[in-house]
Structures are given as structure tokens and as C-alpha cells.
Nanobody, 120 residues
Framework: QVQLVESGGDLVQAGGSLRLSCAAS????????MAWFRQAPGKQRELVAR???????NYTDSVRGRFTISRDNAKNTVYLQMNSLKPEDTAVYYC??????????????WGQGTLVAVSS
């Protein structure tokens, strides 16, 4: 069974930092893009940052310069370093990955979500 497991969400004060991790496990042949999305209460899920297998990154405007996405291909893990957190960053953060399994199935997976709460 292929799955994504996230960790790192917490309650933090404005201006603080958090690091989210998401590890893919199971019979994985390769992973293409990995990304972080977030969903705040009453809002639609939005893309926060994405990193391709070659390391190319893109960010939504509201986090550019404060958040950094990275990946460790040897560990099938993607990270999101979040600095200078603001109350409006409060949301459930979801990991997303596009991958190919050992049986040559293409899958797009979601993690279970991890809560980031930023107090003012």
C-alpha cells in the first residue's frame, strides 16, 4: 500500500517557524511532483508550493519569500519550511504527490492533513 504520512503541524505564535514533513512509503518506482496544499476553514483548498523531481519550485504569492519547499529523493520525503508565520497561514496542510508504483500504476496521492494554527 502506497501512502503519504505528514507530520510537523502545531500551534505557533505569529512570527514563528514550523517545518512540515511528508514521507511517501510503499512500492514506489518513481515520484514526479510533490506539493503542499492548505485549506482554511470555510475556504477552498489552495496550492501552497510545488517541487518537481528535478527540483524546480513554485509558490503561491502569499507565501513566497517566507516558505521553502524541498525534497529528499532518497527518502521519498518533501518538506515545507515555514518562517514568519502569520495568522492567515492557519489551515490544514495537505501533502500531495504524483508517483508511479512498482506495478507501473500512476497515482496521485493525498496525505491525511496536518493542522497549522498561528496565533496573533
Amino acid at each position: 500500500q502506497v501512502q503519504l504520512v505528514e507530520s510537523g503541524g502545531d500551534l505557533v505564535q505569529a512570527g514563528g517557524s514550523l517545518r512540515l514533513s511528508c514521507a511517501a512509503s510503499g512500492s514506489i518506482l518513481s515520484i514526479d511532483a510533490m506539493a503542499w496544499f492548505r485549506q482554511a476553514p470555510g475556504k477552498q483548498r489552495e496550492l501552497v508550493a510545488r517541487v518537481t523531481s528535478s527540483g524546480r519550485t513554485n509558490y503561491t504569492d502569499s507565501v513566497r519569500g517566507r516558505f521553502t519547499i524541498s525534497r529528499d529523493n532518497a527518502k521519498n520525503t518533501v518538506y515545507l519550511q515555514m518562517n514568519s508565520l502569520k495568522p492567515e497561514d492557519t489551515a490544514v496542510y495537505y501533502c500531495n504527490a504524483a508517483l508511479v508504483t512498482q506495478s507501473n500504476r500512476y497515482l496521485e496521492l493525498w496525505g491525511q492533513g496536518t493542522l497549522v494554527a498561528v496565533s496573533s
